[in-house]
Structure formats: structure tokens, C-alpha cells
């Protein structure tokens, strides 16, 4: 099963986080010796605000350690649905649609989520299967 990245582990490895580089690259090298590791437009998006050249993005996110997927049109549409449960639940729209995509993604395509950001995801798409600090600490 491949495990999508999530944004917030790709920035504490870029930025040397203090409190997380070591449980975020941690776990990028051990999923990586038997998982494909995946990220997706959004992902590369969101991690891209920090640079302002695609060349560097590119040699921090190596093709050859995180594969490129395409987001599902699936996975847009369940995005959306879930979105909108979220919204008339009360949610406001800080928490805007890229969560709702990486999750629904991982849905559609059963893959695993590497995320330190579990609530969301629990939430909205309880199925997923989440590798997180709480469920496997260093």
C-alpha cells in the first residue's frame, strides 16, 4: 500500500523543524524501504509557497523517492461532499479544500497518510489508515 506524504512532513524535513525533523524523517525512511512514497499536486503546491524556484522544490522532492499522482477526479468529488458536511457542521473555511483532497485521495486510492494533522482526516475520512506520532512514535 503507498502512503501519501502530507505537506506538514515534507516542510519539518525542508525546514529542520526542532521538534519534529527526527520523527518526520524517521518515518520517511523507514515507510520509504517498503512503501512508495506519493504526493500529489496539492501537496506539491502547498510544500512549492516556501520557494520561489521550481528547481530546488524539484531536488527537495526528488521524482526518484516521491512518486507524482495525479489527483483522482473521484477523489475531487469526494473531496467536495466531505467539505460540505464540514461546512454545515459549523466548520469555517479556514480549514479550506487541500486537506479535504490529500484526504479523500488516500480514500479513493487506499493509500495510507503520513500527516502529524490526524483531526481532519479522522473525521472526514475515518477509513484512511494514519501514520502519525500518536500511533507510531519514534
Known sequence: MAVLVDTNVLVDVAVRDPQWLAWSRG????????????????????FSVRYSDRDEVEQLLPQSDFHR???PWAAAFAAGVAFRIYRRAGGGRDRVLPDFLIGAHAAIRNHK???????GYRTYFPDVPLISPDTHPL
Open 27 to 46: 518515518q520517511l525512511m523507514r515507510l520509504a524501504k517498503d512503501e512508495p512514497l506519493v504526493i500529489n499536486p496539492i501537496i506539491y503546491s502547498e
Open 113 to 119: 497518510i503520513l500527516t502529524r494533522d490526524t483531526k
Open 69 to 71: 499522482e495525479n489527483l
